[in-house]
């Protein structure tokens, strides 16, 4: 038990992440979201409609409560246990929001397109550093697990209804079609944001080559692009012969001059370009930056 315990407690770096990540969230949700009672659902959302009619608990507070609740629910329907860093990141979070409430009354601009882009975009950014830490800030995540497991229905989707129940209860509270419409837009634009931490922006192209000129195919590769090669050996089901299968690992400015050299060294090649979400390794990142 102290075992499983130690191996629950996150590394330095994954707290740091995770309260910077606390930060980032809290700032969007306050600054941009809170003041035009917009939220991406979720717990912030539930908890900014009951803000509405209990004003006498803070938002943070009343998303810690939820959190906690959520927290028993988890113990006592799915016997799971809550990892130390989304503790860390439930704690945070609602300490962030009572914080940065005091010191943004007012929205930083009454446009609420812009309120909607950053706020959306801030509180995807800060969900995906938490996440990065290994961790989450509790909410929906937990509802979702509840409801795939009594009713069957996918954790994704589990979690979707669970953001557009809060939704809908928003537009419902404050008696706005548009709330409801600019809280979905803001949930799309943070789940954007969030695969952009989790991912990176793209920058590496894999291109998947069969060619009967692979041995021209590599030695074009290693002089133009200085690049290295992966030669498989391959089946073709259809003419039903053994063929060479080059794997090639650019980056994105090099994908074009990779294409020209398929055409030139073997016009008749059969390829495949991927987006290389990661590629690790040497010419591309290191092992330590993952």
Request: neutral net charge; hydrophobic residues 50%.
């Amino acid at each position: 038990m102290i075992d499983s315990f130690r191996k629950s407690i996150p590394r330095f770096k994954d707290v740091v992440l995770i309260v910077l990540g606390c930060l980032v969230t809290a700032f969007g949700l306050v600054a941009f979201l809170f003041p035009h009672n917009l939220a991406p659902g979720g717990v912030g959302g539930l908890a900014l409609t009951i803000n509405h009619f209990v004003p006498f608990l803070s938002i943070g507070t009343w998303m810690l409560i939820l959190n906690l609740v959520l927290f028993a629910l988890a113990f006592w329907l799915l016997g799971s246990h809550i990892g130390t860093g989304t503790l860390i990141g439930t704690f945070f979070l609602s300490f962030f929001v009572d914080l940065l409430s005091k010191y943004y009354a007012q929205p930083l601009t009454n446009d609420l397109i812009l309120s909607v882009l950053y706020g959306g975009a801030l509180s995807g950014i800060g969900l995906g550093l938490v996440f990065k830490g290994r961790a989450t800030t509790g909410g929906t995540d937990i509802v979702g697990f509840i409801i795939n497991k009594y009713t069957g229905i996918s954790v994704g989707q589990s979690i979707f209804i669970a953001d557009a129940t809060v939704v809908t209860l928003m537009a419902l509270v404050f008696r706005s079609t548009d709330v409801a419409l600019l809280a979905i837009v803001s949930i799309f634009i943070g789940s954007a944001a969030v695969d952009m931490m989790q991912k990176g922006f793209i920058r590496e192209r894999v291109f998947f080559i069969i060619s009967d000129n692979y041995e021209q195919m590599l030695k074009e590769v290693d002089e133009n692009l200085g690049r290295g090669a992966t030669l498989l050996q391959s089946w073709g089901s259809y003419a039903g012969t053994e063929r060479k299968a080059l794997v090639v690992c650019v980056s994105q400015s090099e994908t074009d001059e990779m294409e020209r050299i398929i055409r030139r060294v073997d016009p008749k090649s059969f390829y495949i370009v991927v987006e290389g979400v990661r590629v690790v390794g040497e010419g591309f990142r290191s092992p330590s930056w993952v």
